[in-house]
């Protein structure tokens, strides 16, 4: 038989002072009450129960039994309660890698409102403009800028990452202010690829929106971080193409000054991935839901 299940029975055979008080608890008939019990008996090799032919009660080894398997039962049923509850509540570590920028200029200044909601899940993010392996390294989800190789995972498009392309007010004055995406050619840009001697910047046309224009761009400085892309063109060495979020609050205060304003750089695709052979927890369900929230969808 099944211990747990004997160990159940007894207890509610206790508790109701008779096989047949607990017999419709369980679905038996009171003959299979017990031989639950006795089973349990053979199998401690003690008597729990003295059996009078109206009611039961319990014998010294049963009364230590009891209690114990009452409180046993107990731990079980508040474990089963704790599984349930995960179920539907977000908690525990949510494991994110994201691109820097993103993640430091565009996620982190929103996240406070996401543990103020949540705050039974702790947030562990990984910021680095490599591709993750979400499934190697363990991430619940990974935040991609950019078109996406297939790679087996479920992508959901977030709205678009803006570009803006500026310089400082003292370079601008040292070589001119560029009025067509061509006029890079003649000027100091910064890019984003160490070891590529030339980028390659896109440009909307103003007349359509749609037409992409291409421009290979070269300058003094390359690196994979746009924080220090842009501490250069505060310093007036160059024009930058970086997120619009790294770049606002020095547009804003007049340190950055934005060039071709008619022609908008192309913005990036953004999606967040997660695997399809993992459960949506609760904490992954809450924080996609957050992002969409926050950043949009790709078609609004």
Request: hydrophobic share 40%; with cysteine.
């Amino acid at each position: 038989m099944d211990r747990l299940k004997s160990i159940e029975v007894f207890v509610k055979t206790v508790e109701a002072g008779s096989f047949a008080g607990v017999a419709a608890q369980f679905g038996l008939t009171a003959p299979m009450v017990g031989r639950h019990v006795r089973a349990l008996e053979d199998s401690l090799g003690t008597q729990l129960l003295n059996r009078t032919t109206r009611r039961h009660s319990l014998t010294e080894a049963g009364r230590i039994y009891y209690e114990r398997s009452k409180a046993i039962l107990a731990e079980l049923e508040a474990a089963d309660a704790s599984v349930a509850q995960m179920r539907s509540v977000p908690r525990g570590v949510l494991r994110i890698g994201a691109p820097v920028i993103f993640g430091s200029a565009c996620l982190a200044p929103v996240l406070p409102e996401y543990f103020a909601a949540n705050p039974e899940v702790r947030v562990e993010m990984t910021l680095n403009n490599r591709v993750f392996d979400l499934l190697d390294e363990g991430y619940d989800l990974v935040i991609r800028t950019g078109s996406l190789p297939d790679s087996g995972l479920i992508a959901r498009s977030l709205g678009p990452y803006k570009l803006v392309a500026c310089a400082s007010p003292e370079y601008l004055a040292r070589n001119g202010t560029p009025t067509h995406p061509e006029d890079l050619a003649s000027h100091a840009c910064f890019g984003f690829r160490p070891g590529s001697e030339f980028d390659t910047w896109y440009f909307t046309s103003p007349e359509s929106g749609d037409d992409v224009i291409p421009v290979q761009v070269t300058g003094p400085m390359a690196a994979n971080d746009g924080h220090a892309l842009r501490e250069a063109a505060l310093g007036g060495a160059g024009i930058v193409l970086q997120a619009e979020a790294l770049l606002s609050p020095d547009l804003k205060a007049s340190r950055l000054v934005r060039v071709l304003e008619n022609y908008p750089p192309q913005a990036l695709p953004t999606s967040v991935l997660y695997s399809p052979t993992r459960a949506i927890t609760p904490k992954l369900r809450s924080f996609i839901t957050f992002l969409t929230a926050h950043f949009g969808t790709a078609n609004r």
